[in-house]
């Protein structure tokens, strides 16, 4: 089925050029082909499209200066467990200036107790090793 590309273009100075996605639909979205992917998919299907179609070229691939290089597997290596020196110097940065003490009503009914080695903890569990990494919102390896 060949696609009404026109959707995704606009008028500039008398020049159709591409128009920001952020003022398109998802049905224009879709109208152009396009699915719902995180970022990381997107990534991972560009690079399968400039290997046609080969995750082992992917895997292969020795443009190492590319942008979406680091991210050809379909996951970010920049997404990983930090350790406690780097954990303890994110949250000084993320700390309001005027960082205080838990409140009982903010510790909601006593469900967090906060250990002073190691920060938060929820009784009962293993200490929270990802709450300071990045939110994963890649679905891990693809194709
Ligand atoms: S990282 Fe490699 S496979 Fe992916 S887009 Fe760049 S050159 Fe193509």
């Known amino acids: 089925m060949k696609r009404d590309r026109t959707i995704g273009l606009e008028p500039r100075d008398g020049f159709d050029v591409g128009r920001d996605p952020q003022s398109m639909s998802a049905d ?3 109208q152009l082909g396009h699915a719902r992917v995180s970022p990381l998919r997107a990534l991972r299907l560009k690079c399968l499209d400039c290997c046609n179609g080969s995750a082992q070229e992917v895997r292969l691939c020795r443009a190492v200066d590319c942008p979406g290089w680091p991210f050809r597997m379909g996951s970010s290596p920049w997404r990983r467990m930090l350790d406690q020196e780097e954990r303890a110097a994110l949250l000084a940065r ?8 838990p409140t009982t ?3 909601t009914g006593g469900e967090i107790d906060t250990s002073p080695s190691d920060g938060v903890r929820v009784p009962g569990d293993a200490p929270a ?12 390896s693809v194709a």
């Open 28 to 30: 224009e979205l879709e």
């Open 94 to 101: 993320l700390a309001p200036n005027d960082a205080s003490e």
């Open 105 to 107: 009503a903010r510790k």
């Open 129 to 140: 090793k990802s709450s300071l990494t990045e939110r994963g919102d890649d679905a891990g």
